[in-house]
T-cell receptor, first 113, second 112 residues
Framework: KAGVTQTPRYLIKTRGQQVTLSCSPI?????VSWYQQTPGQGLQFLFE???????NKGNFPGRFSGRQFSNSRSEMNVSTLELGDSALYLC????????????FGPGTRLLVL | GEDVEQSLFLSVREGDSSVINCTYT??????LYWYKQEPGAGLQLLTY?????DMKQDQRLTVLLNKKDKHLSLRIADTQTGDSAIYFC????????????FGQGTTLQVKP
């Protein structure tokens, strides 16, 4: 079974631009969660989608948004990029059976100049 | 509230046991996890423990859970240089959905 895939793996943007990151969960998994990892703040939860509905949201500004498609693939979007948005963005998928099967992708490393 | 605390650094010799500790605050968490992150990589799920268990063993890994003290530990037996990485503990928190609350991570250095 293929693992969680994220595209692109690396991205360089400039301040003010917007970016879209993609996550394909493990086949059969219906929940996708997104996290931001920075040296200063560590791993912080962004949001979770389950069956195309946002089920949970972290404490991030409205510039951060996401969605999930009917095939469980998810995208997150960051508008009006700031230098502080430079981070590793990780997504994780889990089955509908429970949280014990939560697996992470390799992440997208975003650098904002 | 939701908070997870870990010590930041642990250094051991190859072949020794490593014990990484974690304290959490939310007693309603259903699951507690240990993840491993190698340089430049994502998070690898090592093991998890259900909140009504005290101990779980999986090959070289032993997880101990003390619910009264809200303390979680990960013991790695016969630590190898390939175990050098950052180890994160995480809890599900009161939402018990796909939101995990992570500790700051413990960097494990294994010396040959």
């Amino acid at each position: 079974k293929a693992g969680v895939t994220q595209t692109p793996r690396y991205l360089i943007k400039t301040r003010g631009q917007q970016v879209t990151l993609s996550c394909s969960p493990i086949s059969g998994h219906r929940s996708v969660s997104w996290y931001q990892q920075t040296p200063g703040q560590g791993l912080q939860f962004l949001f979770e989608y389950f069956s195309e509905t946002q089920r949970n949201k972290g404490n991030f500004p409205g510039r951060f948004s996401g969605r999930q498609f009917s095939n469980s693939r998810s995208e997150m979007n960051v508008s009006t990029l700031e230098l502080g948005d430079s981070a590793l963005y990780l997504c994780a998928s889990s089955s509908s059976r429970g949280l014990e099967t939560q697996y992470f992708g390799p992440g997208t490393r975003l650098l904002v100049l | 509230g939701e908070d997870v605390e870990q010590s930041l650094f642990l250094s051991v010799r190859e072949g020794d046991s490593s014990v990484i500790n974690c304290t959490y605050t939310d007693s309603s968490s259903t699951y507690l996890y240990w993840y491993k992150q190698e340089p430049g990589a994502g998070l690898q799920l090592l093991t998890y423990i259900f909140s009504n268990m005290d101990m779980k063993q999986d090959q070289r890994l032993t997880v101990l859970l003390n619910k009264k003290d809200k303390h979680l530990s990960l013991r790695i037996a016969d630590t190898q240089t390939g175990d050098s990485a950052i180890y994160f503990c995480a809890e599900t928190g009161s939402s018990n959905t796909g939101k995990l609350i992570f500790g700051q991570g413990t960097t494990l250095q294994v010396k040959p």
